[in-house]
């Protein structure tokens, strides 16, 4: 066995030490039912980890993370967990995170087969197609990667609006409200990118208004 794999039970064993001599309780509490008021989701890039750059302790924080953090409505994965964090967590807030310098749109950005990985970077390829006139009038590379990445951010936020259970669970309660962050990794600062959750509701309503269910409003009106 590698001493680096090795080095993670040892990392492990001084965490647990740590956690009971600050308090006693800590994992007792630990096992209770989770209560998050956040969802995040993020890229899977090791360099950016939503707990760490967030400064949240342990069960504030339900993380869901994939490559250059897309939601695909038809990607069971990740609508799963949207529903089970909206419908069962009750979570507050819906924060879709990107990083600069993220490899999975710098891929997309990339005129190369990449095999396996085509029909998930065609998500972020989409995005590229959407607003390919103002990517295209960038002339400097890093700037345009930059851009796509806030786009990229930006329209996941939408994909995640557009899903019934958000949809349906804001019309009773006005939560969850949707958030679109960038985490740039040459400062470490999170620059939010001031998504109108409210705004983009309205105007995408007309085609992904799915809140017209009789159960719904009926809750509504009660």
Known sequence: MSQSYQVIFENNKKWVESKI????????????TQHPDY???????SRATAEELMGAKPGEVFV???IANVVNTLDMSSTAV????????????????????CGGVKA?????????????LRTIRDVYRLHQAELDSIQDENKRYDRLVELNVQEQCINVIKMACVQERYILEEYPIVHGWVFDLRTGKIIDL????????????????????DWVMSRKTK
């Not at 969802?39 to 890039?45: A, E, F, K, R, T």
């Not at 909206?86 to 879709?96: D, S």
């Not at 997309?108 to 998930?120: K, S, V």
């Not at 001031?194 to 269910?213: A, V």
């Open 21 to 32: 001599a600050e308090d006693p309780n800590f994992f007792h509490e630990l096992a209770k």
């Open 39 to 45: 969802l995040y989701i993020g890229c899977s890039d």
């Open 64 to 66: 869901y993370r994939n």
């Open 82 to 101: 949207i529903q089970y964090a909206v419908e069962h967590l009750k979570v507050k807030h819906i924060i879709v995170c990107g990083h600069y310098n």
């Open 108 to 120: 997309a950005m990339t005129p190369q087969d990449m095999g396996l990985l085509n029909p998930w």
């Open 194 to 213: 001031e998504i109108d959750f409210e705004k983009i509701l309205k105007d995408i309503q007309k085609i992904y208004n799915l809140t017209s269910s």
